[in-house]
């Protein structure tokens, strides 16, 4: 099997970072992209000590995304392996939402995938081969109040690679939708709110954010593991390796697994309740 090429966004931390290390290990050639070299040393360090490349891309740029990308190709003769990790994320009610920071949620946890998909699709077709892994999270099947923004990118995030699967599986190309859980990562620390932010006025809303904060630095979930269990999805070795080409969902972590039989029991709730007014609207 030839030497894969992998193509890592947000691999400045947390699951960048240890899915660019996991990643070199089975011997491939990752670039990990981050916003800055400078502020991202440390995982530079340690993604180039191992092996691995880092260029600087913010997936926000829309014109750097098909530029950085097809750089990429051109080095390596290809990329095997394009992993949507960077994500950010919005915590407040709602209400409280400017536009324009919506627009910032979209652009980094939807439309930069999207970008780097559509950038990756035409080597892809051409090989007929390559694997997409796109990051999603339990609010991406279930969400909860204070990260209805969040919750909506990774919502859009999941519609999307739903499709893209149907799409791609006529050409060998293999979609993956990992849902992690809570993870002990710095995305919890990392998180913004809105200039308008009153959240008094929603107290549910302003539990869920006191509790995010109480569980930064607590979460249960093992960023390496999940990394692993990632990277033995993709190259279909390890206790993951089963689930290659068999699925297009990974949860990952307790948690999650419980968030998603949660949900399904609701959604199953509903279609039993709702049935008989569904089954009465044909002409």
């Known amino acids: 099997m030839a ?15 240890e899915i660019a290390l996991k990643a070199l290990q089975t011997g491939a050639k990752v670039v990990g992209t981050v916003r800055s070299r400078q502020r991202a040393s440390d995982a530079v360090e ?7 490349e880092c260029v600087e891309l913010d997936v926000a740029d829309a014109p750097s995304c098909s530029r950085v990308f097809k750089q990429v190709e051109s ?11 960077a994500g950010m994320s919005w915590r407040g009610p709602i209400e409280d939402f400017s536009d324009e920071e919506a627009k910032d949620q979209f652009e980094v946890n939807f439309h930069g995938p999207l970008r780097l998909i559509r950038a990756s699709l035409p080597g892809f077709r051409a090989r007929q081969h390559g694997t997409i892994v796109n990051l999603s999270s339990s609010a991406g099947l279930d969400a909860r109040p204070s990260v209805g923004l969040y919750a909506a990118s990774k919502f859009a995030l999941e519609g999307l690679t739903e499709s893209l699967a149907a799409e791609l599986s006529p050409h060998n190309i293999n979609v993956l939708l990992v849902e992690p859980g809570a993870f002990r990562t710095k995305f919890l620390g990392a998180g913004k709110v809105p200039a308008a932010l009153n959240a008094d006025q929603y107290p549910i809303a302003k539990t869920f ?19 692993a269990r990632i990277v033995e999805a993709v190259t279909g070795e390890g206790m ?44």
């Not at 030497?3 to 970072?17: D, E, K, L, P």
């Not at 990329?79 to 990790?85: C, E, Q, R, S």
């Open 3 to 17: 030497q894969q090429v992998w193509f890592i966004t947000g691999a400045s931390s947390g699951f960048g970072t």
């Open 75 to 85: 080095k390596h003769g290809g990329v095997d392996v394009l992993v949507n990790n």
């Open 209 to 227: 954010m006191e509790n995010f904060d109480k569980a930064d630095g607590r979460q249960p979930g093992d960023p390496v593991k999940a990394a």
């Open 46 to 52: 340690k993604i180039e000590n191992a092996g691995g």
């Open 240 to 283: 993951a390796g089963g689930l290659r080409g068999k699925v297009l969902r990974m949860p990952l972590g307790p948690d999650c697994v419980r968030r998603l039989e949660g949900k399904i029991e609701v959604l199953g709730r509903d279609l039993e309740k709702a049935r008989g007014v569904a089954m009465s609207t044909d002409l």
